[in-house]
């Protein structure tokens, strides 16, 4: 009686949904609503940009700033922007550089994350560099799974 009565109660809402104009959104739960992804963010320790952590970079001078988005898929996903944040410790959350998804298409040609692979996406923003060096990085990635839903991963890196 209890599989009848939640197929009936789905029915009602999207039926009722599609009289009000109003948009019903049944969203995964328990173990499957957990992200297919795992991702990392690092600055590359090669990169003469390095520099812009304190050394080498003065107040107002623009410079960019590579850091290495590492994603390891365990189901097949399509990455929708990323959100990439400084921090200094002077206040909460820092300048967002936001890379959104036709942006990412341009510059790496395929955003999708085949299940069971890992994947290196380089982002190379334009930043400008503050009174205090930058002491963490932030990214804030969205992913498409095949089902339509959205998943955030958010990750953090401290510089050095």
Do not use: K, Y
């Given at each position: 009686m ?12 999207v ?41 080498g ?22 990455m ?81």
């Amino acid at each position: 009686m209890r599989p009848l009565f939640c197929s009936v109660t789905v029915a009602l809402a999207v039926t009722s949904s599609g009289c009000s104009g109003s948009t019903v959104v049944v969203a995964p739960a328990g173990p499957s609503a957990a992200a297919p992804v795992a991702v990392t963010i690092s600055q590359p320790s090669h990169s003469p940009e390095a520099a812009f952590r304190g050394f080498g970079c003065q107040i107002g001078s623009v410079i960019t700033a590579p850091f290495d988005v590492v994603v390891v898929a365990t189901a097949t996903v399509d990455m929708q922007h990323v959100t990439l944040r400084l921090l200094d410790g002077s206040h909460v959350g820092g300048p967002a550089i936001t890379f959104p998804h036709a942006e990412l298409t341009n510059q790496f040609h395929a955003t999708v994350i085949v299940g069971g692979t890992t994947r290196v996406f380089r982002l190379q923003p334009v930043v400008a560099c503050g009174a205090s060096p930058w002491r963490a990085a932030s990214a804030d990635i969205a992913f498409r799974d095949r089902s339509g839903a959205v998943h955030v991963v958010t990750t953090t890196t401290a510089l050095q």
